[in-house]
């Protein structure tokens, strides 16, 4: 059994703004930072045994700081990446909200494309390619994964045979840790969106 910690990337001016989507320079801003460094103190005690993450630079940022209280090394893989919005990266949320197709996108993710981009069907079948992959390379250990929102809510939608498009009903909040543990034909959820805070922070694009 492998126990994989799902970790969305600390707070940047992004979130809740703008779709930053694969566009590169896209850092922590000082309360991502905070946070990433919080999280580090939280699993720095734990059995974490090998780190994983996205390439986009604000999970890489936030797993460089567990790494480095561990001395482990990150490594990066394109599984991990956010979902590729296409057309729609760059674009302010507010604007987004006016165009039918994002609305469509939004409420109808299993079937839906960004233009330019992929559906999330796709990125689901990567995040899961990535973490069995992970799983296979770090039997019996702890694995921290570095990655995003929609990414996170794929794999999770994935593993606990819940519909994609259903997958929005699921909050994973800037530097929050999920929890599954995978063996062959028998995931377990074991927690969501913990990020050690109560009450919890209240839900953001």
């Known amino acids: 059994m492998t126990t994989i910690l799902l970790i969305r990337h600390g707070e940047t001016d992004a979130i809740g703004n703008w779709i930053a989507g694969w566009s590169p320079g896209v850092p922590l801003n000082p309360a991502g930072r905070q946070q990433a460094e919080r999280l580090a103190g939280r699993l720095s005690s734990g059995a974490v045994g090998a780190i994983y993450s ?54 109808l993710r299993a079937h839906s494309r960004a233009p330019g981009g992929e559906t999330m069907l796709e990125a689901q079948a990567r995040v899961v390619r990535g973490l069995e992959r992970a799983a296979a390379e770090n039997p019996g250990r702890t694995v921290a994964v570095f990655s995003h929102s929609d990414i996170i809510k794929a794999a999770l939608a994935h593993f606990t045979a819940i519909p994609l498009d259903l997958c929005r009903r699921i909050e994973i909040s800037p530097a929050s840790v999920t929890v599954l543990t995978l063996e062959a034909g028998a995931p377990r959820l074991i927690r969501v969106n913990d990020t050690g805070d109560w009450p919890p922070p209240a839900p953001r694009g």
Do not use: I, N
């Open 54 to 107: 996205s390439p986009l630079e604000r999970a890489r940022q936030t797993a460089e700081f567990l790494a480095a209280r561990l001395g482990l090394p990150v490594r990066e893989c394109d599984e991990f990446r956010e979902v590729d919005f296409g057309q729609w990266t760059g674009r302010r949320l507010a604007e987004l909200a006016q165009d039918p197709h994002w609305r469509r996108f939004v409420e």
